[in-house]
């Protein structure tokens, strides 16, 4: 069974960047025909994309967040990460990540990390 | 304001019948792309519902039914139990970006 954890720092200062990982386990990130995926939450709020990775290292980003958002892999870890710069209290939310399929559908989802922008 | 609409919020009695529309355009579902459901419990990550419009994750009762039509979607539930009640979310592709989701619904069992 496949399972995805996110962890980073809980807490960011505005104008810094946020970073978080999602470790991977049950299952090996270069295989099958997936892309891995970010996703965040604010409080109240519905679900909003903000980039994928496939294993070859391609990426798609949400272009309302393209400008400040980087998205990568590592294979040997079983890990792909985020990062997002120049941070403002409209980023907090709760981050999760997700594993896509080819149906184009989101099978699992780590628990979701809470991160808040706050001096 | 979301690509795909969803009503806010839905309601119903204990053994009813509900359905949740997805409304897109023909840059997104009317372009043929599929549609999949989400339940989200309050405090939980979301869980796949539906995939591919009509198709039923293992372990995902089959009071849960997806269907898609023209430029929408609907998830229907029936024999409506207390446990159903959370945030429901449509999700499909769009040119730009690639994957776009509903604003939510928020069903109450009353």
């Known amino acids: 069974q496949v399972q995805l954890q996110e962890s980073g720092p809980g807490l960011v200062k505005p104008s810094q960047t946020l970073s978080l990982t999602c470790t991977v386990s049950g299952g090996s990130i270069s295989s099958g025909s997936y892309y891995w995926s970010w996703i965040r939450q604010p409080a109240g709020k519905g679900l909003e994309w903000i980039g994928r990775?496939?294993?070859?290292?391609?990426?798609n980003y949400n272009p309302s967040l393209k400008s400040r958002v980087t998205i990568s892999v590592d294979t040997s870890k079983n890990q792909f990460s985020l990062k997002l710069s120049s941070v403002t209290a409209a980023d907090t939310a709760v981050y999760y990540c997700?594993?896509?399929?080819?149906?184009?559908?989101?099978?699992?989802w780590g628990q979701g990390t809470l991160v808040t922008v706050s001096s | 304001q979301s690509v795909l609409t969803q009503p806010p919020s839905v309601s119903g009695a204990p053994g009813q019948r509900v359905t949740i529309s997805c409304t897109g355009s023909s840059s997104n579902i009317g372009a043929g792309y599929d549609v999949h459901w989400y339940q989200q419990l309050p405090g939980t990550a979301p869980k796949l519902l539906i995939y591919?419009?009509?198709n039923r994750p293992s372990g995902v009762p089959d009071r849960f039914s997806g269907s898609k039509s023209g430029t929408s979607a609907s998830l229907a539930i029936t024999g409506l139990q207390a446990e159903d009640e959370a945030d429901y979310y449509c999700q499909s592709y769009d040119s730009s970006p690639p994957v776009v989701f509903g604003g939510g619904t928020k069903l109450t069992v009353l």
């Open positions: 990775i496939y294993t070859s290292g391609s990426t």
């Open positions: 997700a594993r896509g399929s080819s149906y184009g559908d989101y099978g699992y």
């Open positions: 591919g419009n009509s």
